[in-house]
């Protein structure tokens, strides 16, 4: 009998901690805060873009009003810092820290990638240089990573450019012969670049000095819409913001599905086409929830 | 000799087992000696005249009816001894290559009847018609094409079967029997001056001849597609692609939107002076993503009609508004650009008007004068960066309830906003 007893208990945990897919914790997210204005008191329209800078900034591409909004993030509350509108930045649909200090963002109209301060001052176009033919670069999103090295998704020429900061060119990653359209792209702190097929409904990767994007997903067509943005955390899961759904879908780091959090919906927690997305290194989600106007913050539990 | 003798008798013994199941199988209804069919036929008394057709189906004529019909009862319609969509393939298991690459519809849904009357008919392989006339029926926007094209193609007036096959093609697409161009190219010469002077010197023997040309006929000269554009119409190839005698000579001249652009400049000036870009017309691919580059049969040289063309990428949407309760005129008639702008918009999803009760209004007239609290002034009391439009409630693209509302109208919609009736 005791054996019995022992065989019942004893293997599910042996096969949980065997498969990684049964062994995985179940991730949660937790409402924590949301964003509805700027500094300037002005609503947010159809923010697409958000950014930390692993501190206590959170930049936002407030895309409709044509403005980068800065919040100051204290505990699991937001407070409006700063706002600014550009004519070189008339519409930003994407943000990033750059880690030499000032923020980089794409204008989705002119199809560029403007420099500026922190304070809101232009410092130029980022101006991607020795890049081999063809020579016409169209971001459709770009990620800056630990190193400041910058990682554009150039779907004209069909690749992930990588360039210093300065904007040398390094490598490039062709796109895979198979895909649909890629969307957005993450990088972790090993290198490797993910990218997010938003008509196959999956994951590519290309793992540090790799020459090619292979898939990295199933296709997750079955639990998601139309994905559109795609962040990693440090234990390497991938969340990936389902715009048409409404919703947010968890990967293991095997690719594996973890789990489809929030829904679609008007009140805080719920998204309404949400675009990019951000995770910190402290387990806090940030993402633009576009169609609600408004900047969500999430607490990932364990 | 020992063993041709031993040989022998196996197969005489394999050969009266099988003739002994065979009686076995028609002898399970324990059927008086000689009777089979005509059993039947003592009330099935239509069938009489049936049987006098030229094509009988073979179990039909030996009278084994017992074969496709249970007797007594059955879960299947007309009293079959199986689904009908399987029970053809008892006897015609061969009918479906294990690899194909193209599947007649029919075929894959094991609705054989759409083209065989399981009994007999006046045709050649129990067909319900002769020719091209059975496949018209189903195929009704080729036999328009057909019927009006001033340039025939020869083998279409011969026959479908010239080219397709009727059940599946293991090694081409759309039932062909080989794919294109060989398929052409066993007719159609391709190593003749003539070949050569009606391309313009472009090497285009081992080119898709289909993505210029109609092989149902047309009535553009050379068959071309109804819709040409208009540098193959002129054959003025060399605009998009260096000489015929470069090595690159099929490839274009400029990548992407880059090579369209120099024509269609006005076109592309206002798609990139506006906000938001449907992103696919700038990648690699580019306009190709929905238009053809040489002819089509769609207008606007599209790949194909339009709910196809968008559905290609969007499949989410149209998943959404099949399985939805009501169904969104538009959406299901592919009439994206309805509501959508293809190439750009300064809204976002691309919309084609800044004001979605206008949008809606375009065609929900009553909408404008005769609705819940909508507008600019009305703030949505779930979230107070929004005010209240038709998307408040409408999911446009389809949803489980009724009107493609987000929530059950009775129960949840309502008080999403009026809290205190929530029951």
Not at chain 2, 366 to 395: A, F, T, Y
């Amino acid at each position: 009998m005791r054996s019995v007893l022992r065989f019942v208990v004893l293997f599910p945990a042996v096969f949980c901690l065997a498969h990684p897919s049964h062994g995985a914790e179940a991730l949660k997210l937790r409402p924590a805060a949301s964003a509805y204005s700027d500094s300037d008191g002005k609503p947010l329209k159809n923010p697409e873009g958000v950014a930390y800078d692993g501190k206590s900034l959170l930049a936002v591409a407030d895309t409709g009003n044509g403005k980068i909004a800065l919040y100051a993030i204290q505990g699991e509350g937001l407070k409006p810092h700063a706002s600014f509108a550009l004519p070189q930045l008339t519409y930003p649909i994407r943000v990033q820290f750059d880690p030499q200090g000032g923020i980089l963002a794409l204008d989705g109209k002119t199809r560029k990638i403007v420099r500026l301060t922190l304070a809101g001052e232009f410092r130029g176009y980022l101006d991607p240089s020795g890049i081999p033919t063809p020579g016409t670069v169209v971001p459709r999103s770009f990620r800056i990573d630990g190193k400041g090295n910058i990682h554009v998704l150039d779907v004209f020429s069909g690749r992930v450019l990588v360039l210093d900061p300065s904007g040398k060119f390094q490598r490039e990653i062709p796109f895979p012969r198979e895909h649909g359209f890629f969307s957005d792209l993450a990088v972790d702190g090993n290198g490797t670049v993910f990218l997010v097929d938003s008509v196959g409904g999956r994951v590519f990767s290309a793992r540090g000095n790799a020459k090619e994007i292979a898939p990295f997903s199933e296709s997750l067509q079955e639990d998601l819409n139309f994905p559109v943005g795609i962040a990693v955390d440090g234990r390497g899961r991938i969340y990936l913001s389902d715009q048409n759904g409404g919703g947010i879908v968890i990967l293991g780091p095997d690719g594996s599905f973890r789990g489809r959090q929030s829904g679609m919906g008007w009140k805080d927690g719920l998204l309404r086409y949400p675009s990019a997305l951000h995770v910190s290194d402290s387990g806090t989600l940030f993402i633009a929830d576009r169609g609600n106007n408004r900047v969500q913050l999430f607490t990932i539990i364990q | 000799m020992r063993l041709r003798h031993r040989i022998v008798l196996l197969l005489l013994g394999l050969a009266v087992l099988s003739s002994g199941s065979l009686a076995l199988s028609q002898d399970q209804f324990r059927l008086k000696p000689g009777a089979k069919g005509k059993v039947c036929l003592t009330c099935h008394t239509a069938f009489q005249e049936k049987m006098k057709l030229p094509f009988v189906h073979t179990p039909v004529k030996a009278g084994n009816c017992s074969d496709c019909h249970n007797p007594h009862t059955s879960s299947h319609g007309k009293l079959l001894a199986d689904d009908p969509s399987r029970i053809c393939r008892k006897c015609h298991d061969g009918i479906l290559p294990g690899k194909a690459k193209s599947v007649h519809k029919a075929v894959g849904e094991g609705n054989c009847v759409k083209c065989h009357d399981p009994h007999a008919a006046k045709f050649k392989n129990n067909l319900l018609q002769d020719g091209n006339s059975l496949c018209f029926n189903c195929h009704k926007g080729i036999a328009e094409g057909v019927k009006g094209a001033r340039f025939k193609h020869n083998p279409v007036e011969k026959g479908c079967l010239s080219c397709h096959k009727a059940h599946a093609s293991e090694g081409a697409d759309f039932l062909l029997k080989a794919g294109v161009p060989s398929l052409c190219t066993s007719c159609h010469r391709t190593d003749g001056p003539s070949f050569a002077k009606q391309h313009v010197n472009y090497p285009v023997a081992r080119s898709r001849c289909t993505s210029c040309h109609d092989p149902h006929g047309s009535s553009q000269a050379g068959i071309l597609w109804q819709n040409v554009h208009s540098p193959v119409a002129k054959k003025m190839c060399s605009q998009c692609h260096p000489d015929p005698g470069s090595p690159d000579a099929l490839k274009a001249k400029r990548p992407g939107f880059e090579l369209c652009r120099g024509c269609h400049s006005d076109m592309m000036n206002e798609t990139f002076g506006r906000n938001r870009i449907h992103w696919p017309l700038v990648d690699h691919v580019s306009c190709q993503n929905c238009h053809a580059p040489h002819a089509s049969r769609q207008d606007a040289l599209l790949r194909g009609p339009m709910k196809t063309v968008c559905n290609s990428c969007h499949q989410d949407v149209a998943r959404r508004q099949e399985t939805s309760v009501t169904k969104h005129k538009p959406i299901e008639g592919g009439e994206c650009t309805k509501c959508h702008r293809p190439h750009s918009s300064d809204l976002v999803s691309l919309l084609d008007n800044t004001n979605v009760i206008n949008l809606c209004g375009s065609c929900h007239e009553w909408m404008k004068h005769s609705s819940h609290p909508i507008g600019d002034n009305v703030v949505d009391q779930r979230n107070r960066n929004l005010s209240l439009d038709c998307l408040s409630c409408h999911r446009s693209h389809g949803s489980e309830f009724k009107d493609f509302t987000y929530f059950n109208a009775k129960m949840d919609l309502c008080v999403q906003c009026h809290t205190g009736f929530k029951r």
